[in-house]
């Protein structure tokens, strides 16, 4: 489902209530909750697929926030776990990287530019990440400039038709899978490992 603002931007307004298609969608997850979730996707990017003897354009969110629906709260506005996104790897696996081209150095590279490595009492707020992104992937196919309080409106997503990275969002189900999550909280422990290790070895020296 096309959203038309990302819910951090408004967080006393609730999207789900008024949205008939967003609606059906969350109550189809909470029918199969133990193997699907809600995901939204920020920066949309469309990519051109020739697949069974047809062309046709793909949906890819760059950024995956997961909705958690709180037991102890239902029927209370979903809200995304986090302002901290995870990255789509797949999409990453198929953009300019700023290394080696292996996803997972990309994703460690990106992660600290963007301050996603910082301690806890030090993360970005969920706007300066997004800013961030652009700035830090200018070589990216940025069909729009993104603008996480103003979503791109002039047309709708199905119409459009030119491949790139646009200013969209998408509400979306996909089945859970403990390997993003653990993908995360292990990126982190890496960077942080690296340095301490770093640390270690400049102290040895001293």
């Known amino acids: 489902v096309a959203l038309s603002e990302l819910p951090f931007s408004r967080p006393g307004h609730d999207l789900w209530v008024t949205d008939r298609a967003v609606k059906k969608l969350v109550q189809k997850v909470r029918r199969e909750q133990t193997q699907l979730t809600l995901y939204i996707g920020y920066a949309v990017r469309l990519r051109p697929l020739f697949v069974r003897n047809q062309d046709e354009m793909r949906i890819e969110p760059v950024l995956l926030y997961p909705i958690e629906e709180r037991?102890?709260?239902?029927?209370?506005?979903?809200?995304?776990?986090?302002?901290?996104?995870?990255?789509?790897?797949?999409?990453?696996?198929?953009?300019?990287?700023?290394?080696?081209?292996?996803?997972?150095?990309?994703?460690?590279?990106?992660?600290?530019?963007l301050g996603l490595a910082n301690p806890e009492d030090d993360l970005p707020e969920w706007d300066e990440i997004v800013l961030r992104l652009q700035r830090c992937r200018p070589e990216w196919n940025w069909r729009e400039n993104l603008d996480p309080y103003a979503l791109s409106q002039t047309v709708p997503l199905a119409e459009l038709t030119a491949p790139g990275i646009y200013n969209r969002a998408v509400l979306f189900a996909g089945t859970r899978s403990p390997f993003t999550y653990g993908l995360k909280i292990e990126l982190r422990k890496l960077m942080r490992s690296e340095e301490h290790t770093s640390e270690l070895q400049s102290l040895r020296h001293l």
């Open 71 to 113: 037991a102890d709260e239902p029927g209370a506005p979903l809200r995304p776990s986090s302002g901290i996104p995870l990255f789509n790897m797949e999409v990453l696996k198929t953009l300019p990287a700023a290394d080696s081209g292996n996803v997972i150095d990309e994703a460690i590279h990106l992660s600290e530019e």
